[in-house]
């Protein structure tokens, strides 16, 4: 049995772990053929099945989400609606999610954000593993930290050095107070000692265009949704927080290269449906997306977006969330961190 022990993190993310010891290692050689059924229970899906994004289009949660509605699709031989409900820091989508029948025709991909969302906040409660049914965790992906080249700093040193003579004369857009970017820029800046002002977004999307505009200075944001910009010199890529060099901007150093290993704080995206979704349905949509997802040319397609499959069971990434509440809990508390407003 697999220990869901939470690894020793000095009371912050360390996320690497967590998908090493709990990725579903074995769906490669576990007969992927026998899961590429043509339907799945009672003929499921014989009609479109909604896929509900809990994030503003344009966002990296909302470029990953549109790639896998569309694998989905592919593996079930039926329509996947991708439908964007922002809004409360992703609240407004999970609750759509969680008022759905459990009858497999609307589901949700979720990112990290709206999770650490459903246990930070007072006013939106949900309990991920009782509230609505996990199936699988799908991918994983770094953050990249960002500069508007206006900013005129190429590097985290410079950053700081900036920050240092100027504190709080800077500022940081995030997608959301309370979300993963607000909380992973704030365990950075406790870790470096500066202050930079944060801007709160409804929604990663209109946060990336605004430091596009250079209406914001800096932003943590997921590869999807700004690797092209970086490549286009629309915006300077200061630092990944992956474990390792990330190989879409493989000249921009780790945070842990550069003396900041608790801001290694990366981020998964995970399907989930509404609660009591019957168990044979939760297993075929979790096999029958990872063993789409596995052929070559579809592995290729999402690795060149910048995320990593994980492709996780729904008992496995059962199991993940629990360890990730507590992780979460412990980042927060460790930089004294509350969300705002």
Known sequence: MRSTRPPQTDGLLDRRHLLQRLTLGGLAAAGMPAWAQASGPGGWPARPVRWIIPTSPGAGTDVSARLFAQIAGEAWKQTVVPENRSGASGMLGLDALAGAAPDGYT?????????????????????????????????????????????????????????????????????????????????????????????????????????????????????????????????????????????????????????????????????????NLPAELVAYISRSIAAASRVGGTKDRIESTGIDPVLMSPSDFAAALKVEREQIAAAARAIGFKKEG
């Open 107 to 275: 589901l949700s991909f979720m990112s990290v954000s709206q999770f650490i969302d459903a246990t930070l906040l007072q006013k939106y409660v949900f309990e991920p593993t009782k509230d609505f049914t996990p199936i699988s965790l799908l991918a994983s992906t770094p953050l990249v930290l960002l500069a508007h080249p206006d900013v005129n700093v190429s590097n985290v040193a410079q950053m700081i050095a900036r920050a240092k003579a100027q504190p709080r004369v800077m500022n940081y857009a995030s997608g959301g107070s309370g979300g993963l970017t607000h909380l992973a820029m704030e365990v950075f800046l406790k870790g470096a000692g500066i202050e930079v002002t944060h801007i709160p977004y409804k929604g990663s999307g209109p946060a990336v265009i605004d430091l596009l505009a250079g209406r914001v200075q800096f932003a943590l944001s997921t590869p999807p949704a700004i690797v092209k910009h970086v490549q286009a010199g629309k915006l300077r890529a200061l630092a990944v927080t992956s474990a390792a060099r990330f190989a879409g901007l493989p000249e921009v150093p780790t945070m842990n290269e550069l003396g900041y290993p608790t801001a290694s704080i990366t981020t998964w995206y995970g399907l989930f449906g509404p609660a």
